[in-house]
């Protein structure tokens, strides 16, 4: 136990003095927050009724899938992970721990946005904060275990930003923090679907903020609850200690495997 919180304590402290995850766990999520919270209620007074959610999400979205892939290949890449293997450190905490902190740091921020915007910028406040507190649990659970994915089966630190940008970009046009899913066609519906931001801001509407759900809310949460940990289970299948490996355990596409829930919704809900 004193090593995994030696660890864990060792990576909560990076996250702020490394200046790429204190861009992405912080500074990025929050000056955009800052941004939109200026520029967005004038364009669309609406948006303030869903800016807080919307701007948890972005945070949750950015700091997981821009800021976690990368030091895990870095790491995989100088040979970090075989002194870990040597030291015996399971390959369990080294994806786990780094999840858990950015979680941690992603806490604070959320604390920051909801209790900030409603003063700053009159945004609408959560009606029900359990509901609102256990979608951000299991959107972080959903972004987290993609992120980490990501990092498992990224060849290079350059894929990793192409990787991560296919879920991203999308999130953000069509994920619901900008337009309203009702007001998408009916096909970007159906890819929406596939984002974890589309079942966030569905569950946060119908669950926490007092609005009306697209589709089942509850749904949603167990959607992205299941996807994580689906994607933590195949992010430790797939694992490997060194990049020079030459075998692994399971083809890197098994990952799209964590699609399955989201593609599970789409025909059930």
């Not at 721990?97 to 604390?111: D, E």
């Not at 972080?140 to 498992?152: D, K, Q």
């Not at 959607?223 to 355990?249: E, P, T, V």
Request: glycine residues 8%; charged residues 5%.
């Amino acid at each position: 136990m004193s090593a995994f919180m030696t660890h864990l304590s060792f990576e909560f402290k990076t996250g702020i003095r490394n200046k790429n995850l204190l861009l992405m766990n912080y500074l990025f999520p929050l000056g955009f927050y800052l941004l939109m919270g200026a520029i967005m209620p004038g364009i669309n007074p609406f948006f303030r009724e869903t800016m807080i959610p919307a701007m948890v999400t972005f945070a949750i979205l950015a700091a997981t899938l821009l800021g976690l892939p990368d030091p895990l290949v870095s790491a995989r890449e100088s040979g970090i992970f075989r002194s870990y293997k040597i030291n015996g450190v399971p390959a369990s905490s080294i994806l786990f721990i780094p999840g858990l902190t950015t979680g941690m740091h992603l806490a604070i921020v959320t604390l920051i946005i909801t209790f900030t915007a409603a003063f700053l910028f009159d945004a609408a406040v959560p009606s029900n904060g359990l509901n609102f507190f256990i979608t951000i649990v299991a959107l972080s659970m959903a972004c987290s275990g993609l992120g980490i994915l990501i990092g498992v089966v990224s060849p290079s630190t350059r894929m990793t930003v192409l990787f991560s940008q296919i879920i991203f970009v999308p999130a953000m046009i069509l994920g619901g923090l900008m337009l309203p899913f009702n007001m998408l066609p009916e096909a970007a519906q159906i890819i929406a679907q596939l984002l974890p931001a589309t079942h966030a801001m569905n569950a946060f509407n119908g669950l926490a903020m007092g609005l009306t759900a697209d589709f089942n809310p509850w749904a949603s949460v167990a959607i992205l609850a299941s996807s994580g940990l689906l994607a933590f289970g195949l992010a430790l299948y797939l694992f490997s200690w060194d990049s020079k490996n030459s075998q692994r355990r399971g083809h890197p596409l098994l990952a799209l495997l964590v699609l399955l829930p989201y593609v599970i919704g789409i025909l059930v809900l």
